[in-house]
């Protein structure tokens, strides 16, 4: 694994793994449709001045039709449901149950993608990453009802991840900094009304700074990392951070904010992961096109 290679990998899994923590802080403080709002907006300002400078406003214009798909089905939507989400449960349980995009993926193709759909080991991936996906959402979690229905949002999340990625693979016409552009856009404008009707009262500095670093980092900046490591090394290989942002997530939640590591969230996650290596085909399929990767 060449160096230019692991070094994107390592620093975009850790900036999307944090991504978790900052989300449980932000939401102290911030109704989840306020946060997404801010989130959207500052990564805006991050990939506007960007995009504008290497390749001018009009590269943006192309990606508005397919952008507004994304940014309210891949961006809004799945942002709005993490947040709530979080509101119920632990950082490291939205990061597991979020790792099983790659699943959704796969199992969505077997009706709308052909040249995609699962059959033989990658049927067994699909059954073992939603047995990991239950586990995750757990019968009885410590939170009660409301955890489930915490983790159940997640997992919404990562269905809404999943449609996004088939409808870019099938769809893309734009490269992906101006879609990503444009995205982060529609959505700001798609959660604008929301974030307007549930203002918080007051804010204090670590959930603000929280929010920004979401913004700036773990979304504006982290899709400049992500574009250009499937550029340079394709989606196969990008698609490895979902194997390592939840261990990233799991540390800094146990670490940081002092959430346990239970028998569940690494039990789930284990059986997400062998099942996202089955039904994504990469055991056999070396290195052939993969789902686009998701980010928190």
């Known amino acids: 694994m060449r160096?230019?290679?692991?070094?994107?990998?390592?620093?975009?899994?850790?900036?999307?793994?944090?991504?978790?923590?900052?989300i449980k802080v932000g939401v102290r403080d911030f109704p989840p449709a306020a946060m997404v709002e801010l989130r959207l907006l500052l990564a805006g300002a991050v990939l506007?001045?960007?995009?504008?400078?290497?390749?001018?406003?009009?590269a943006v214009h192309p990606a508005l039709a397919p952008g507004t798909f994304v940014g309210v089905v891949g961006m809004a939507i799945p942002f709005l449901l993490i947040s709530w989400g979080e509101t119920h449960?632990?950082?490291?349980?939205?990061?597991?149950?979020?790792?099983?995009?790659?699943?959704?993926?796969?199992?969505?193709?077997?009706?709308?993608?052909?040249?995609?759909?699962?059959?033989?080991?990658?049927?067994?991936?699909?059954?073992?990453?939603?047995?990991?996906?239950?586990?995750?959402?757990?019968?009885?979690?410590?939170?009660g009802w409301w955890a489930v229905a915490g983790a159940l949002a997640v997992v919404l999340a990562s269905l809404c991840y999943a449609v996004s990625s088939l409808?870019?693979?099938r769809s893309l016409v734009v490269g992906g900094l101006e879609l990503a552009t444009a995205s982060v856009l529609c959505g700001a404008v798609a959660m604008l009304p929301f974030a307007l009707a549930?203002?918080?009262?007051?804010?204090?500095?670590?959930?603000?700074?929280?929010?920004?670093?979401?913004g700036v980092v773990g979304t504006g900046i982290a899709q400049l990392i992500v574009n250009r490591l499937i550029g340079e090394h394709g989606p196969a290989r990008s698609m490895l951070v979902?194997?390592?942002?939840p261990a990233f997530a799991?540390?800094?939640?146990?670490?940081?904010?002092?959430?346990?590591?239970?028998?569940?969230?690494?039990?789930?996650?284990?059986?997400?992961?062998?099942?996202?290596t089955l039904a994504s085909g990469l055991v056999a399929a070396g290195n052939r096109s993969a789902p686009a990767v998701p980010e928190s």
């Open 250 to 276: 799991l540390l800094y939640g146990a670490t940081i904010l002092g959430e346990p590591v239970t028998a569940p969230k690494v039990g789930g996650l284990a059986l997400i992961l062998v099942g996202v």
């Open 167 to 169: 409808f870019i693979q």
């Open 3 to 22: 160096r230019s290679y692991l070094l994107p990998l390592l620093v975009l899994s850790a900036i999307w793994g944090s991504s978790y923590m900052f």
């Open 89 to 143: 449960v632990d950082s490291g349980v939205a990061a597991v149950a979020n790792s099983s995009v790659p699943i959704f993926v796969a199992l969505l193709a077997l009706r709308f993608a052909a040249s995609e759909r699962s059959n033989g080991p990658r049927m067994l991936g699909l059954a073992v990453g939603l047995a990991g996906v239950g586990v995750v959402a757990g019968v009885h979690p410590n939170g």
């Open 242 to 245: 979902n194997y390592l942002l």
């Open 48 to 58: 506007v001045p960007f995009v504008v400078v290497r390749r001018g406003v009009r």
């Open 198 to 214: 549930d203002l918080p009262d007051s804010v204090g500095w670590k959930p603000l700074a929280s929010v920004v670093v979401l």
